[in-house]
C-alpha cells in the first residue's frame, strides 16, 4: 500500500454513498417488500452505490448480455439491465424456487422486465448450456463455495476484453478474521487468491458495499 493511499474509513465510505446516484422509489419498494418475507430474504442485495457502480461499468464496457449468478429478489438485475442497450439481456440464475418467484413477480412490474430471464436451478447445471463467449459481462453473487466453479465457466463464457465481476470479496468484514474463520471467509480467501493469481485476467477489488472483485478478460 503507498504511503499516499488514503484509509477508507466509515465516514467517507458514507460520504461516497451519498453522492452517488442513488435507487429509485422502485428498488427501495422491492427491498422492502423482500424484507416482510425475512426468512427467505435476508438483506443480501448490493449496495446502491454498487448499482450506480455496476451501471457504469456496463456503460463503459458497451455490454449487451451480462450473466449473474445469484439473482435472489432481483435487485442487481434490475440495476444491470437498466444500464443495458434496448436489446441487451442479463439472464440471471436462482437456485431457490421461493426467490425466482418473487424476483418474476417485481422483474415483471419493473421497467426492463423484457431484458431480464430467470433460470432456475443450480448455476453448475445451467451455465455448461450456455455458449462460449456469449457474455459481455458475468457477476458471481451466490454460493461462495462454488465462485472457483464459476470463475472457470466465467472464463469460457465471457467474450476478450469483457469483465468478470464478483461480490462480497471482504466476507462482511470477517475476511482477515483469525481463525476459526467462517466457511464463507475461508472459501472467499481462497476465491480471492485464486482470481487474484489468475494470468488471463487484470483484477482489482474495489471497495464498495462488501468488496467489489473487477477483473478483464485478456
Not at 442497450?85 to 421497467?111: M, Y
Not at 463455495?145 to 472457470?152: D, E, G, I, N, Q
Not at 494470468?199 to 474495489?206: H, P, R
Request: with cysteine; net charge negative.
Amino acid at each position: 500500500m503507498s504511503e499516499h493511499t488514503t484509509l477508507l474509513t466509515k465516514s467517507l465510505l458514507r460520504y461516497l454513498a451519498e453522492r452517488t446516484t442513488p435507487e429509485d422509489v422502485f428498488l427501495k419498494s422491492l427491498k422492502h417488500a423482500a424484507l416482510e418475507l425475512d426468512e427467505e430474504f435476508p438483506a443480501i442485495w448490493i449496495a446502491p452505490e454498487q448499482g450506480s457502480f455496476l451501471q457504469i461499468l456496463l456503460r463503459l464496457a458497451g455490454a449487451r448480455e451480462v450473466i449473474e449468478i445469484g439473482t435472489a429478489a432481483g435487485y442487481s438485475a434490475i440495476w444491470m439491465a437498466r444500464a443495458l442497450p434496448a436489446d441487451g439481456h442479463v439472464r440471471t440464475i436462482e437456485i431457490s424456487g421461493k426467490r425466482a418467484d418473487f424476483a418474476d413477480k417485481w422483474v415483471r412490474d419493473s421497467d426492463v422486465a423484457a431484458k431480464i430471464r430467470i433460470f432456475r436451478g443450480a448455476a453448475e447445471d445451467i451455465l455448461p448450456k450456455f455458449k462460449d463467449g456469449s457474455a459481455d459481462v458475468m457477476f458471481l453473487d451466490a454460493n461462495r463455495a462454488c465462485y472457483p466453479l464459476y470463475l472457470r465457466h466465467a472464463l469460457r463464457l465471457v467474450r476478450t476484453g469483457g469483465l468478470i465481476l464478483a461480490d462480497n470479496a471482504f466476507v462482511h468484514g470477517a475476511l482477515l478474521a483469525n481463525k476459526p474463520a467462517s466457511a464463507d471467509a475461508e472459501a472467499m480467501r481462497t476465491f480471492n487468491e485464486i482470481i487474484a493469481n489468475e494470468t488471463a485476467l487484470q483484477s482489482i477489488i474495489v471497495p464498495l458495499g462488501d468488496g467489489l472483485w473487477v477483473a478483464v478478460k485478456l
